[in-house]
């Protein structure tokens, strides 16, 4: 009887640890799938970690490629040679002249614009003839830096009058002659014009009739 009585007890915690063996397997088998869970977490994490990483350094070396290709490109520009264009020689010669009049009258213009350049002396002759009996001369001009000279010299080759411009002012000056008919204003004139390192313009104009 004593001996049934213990194998009946026996069958009862038999049955009863069958439920709580389950159990506490299936509480050790989650807590092992959480395990592997969360290692595969870090393991993502880890992984987006270093495409993050490799992300910003192949932007630092892009970024890095075009700085270097900007300079190298700024050195190319700033050692590159001048390309020189070749520009056919003006129509206009270094000193523009325009005559004109009739038989009993002349006209002559001269001017230039200058930007630094120097001219050696320039003549151009011009005559008074004996019919006409007034002569005009006109010089206006500017120069800031440098100067020109307009010389009228008379038909005996002495100096009539000198005009030079400079930077202290600008010109405007006229003269008007009334000639006789036995004049040292009579026969070929001179003007000289010459201009030294100047920048700025002048215009002389001349009369007769």
Known sequence: MKKRNILALVFIFSLLAIPFSYTWGQEKLTKEQEKEIKAQKDEQKAQERELMELQETMNREKE???KKAAELYRVRESTRRPEYI??????????????????????????????????????????????????????????????????????????????????????????????????????????????????????ANIRSY
């Open 64 to 66: 890095a490629h075009y």
């Open 86 to 203: 070749t520009i056919p020689s003006p129509v206009i010669p270094a000193i523009s002249w325009t005559t004109g009049g009739s038989e009993n009258s002349f006209s002559l213009s001269l001017r230039k614009s200058f930007n630094g350049e120097s001219l050696t002396t320039k003549t151009t002759s011009f005559s008074v003839d004996d019919d006409q009996s007034k002569l005009r001369f006109s010089v206006s001009g500017r120069c800031d830096e440098g100067s020109i000279t307009v010389n009228f010299i008379l038909p005996s080759g002495k100096s009539f009058t000198k005009i030079q411009i400079d930077s202290s002012a600008d010109i405007e000056w006229s003269q008007s002659l009334t000639m006789e008919k036995e004049s040292i204003y009579k026969g070929q004139w001179k003007v000289e014009v010459k201009a030294v390192k100047a920048k700025g313009k002048y215009q």
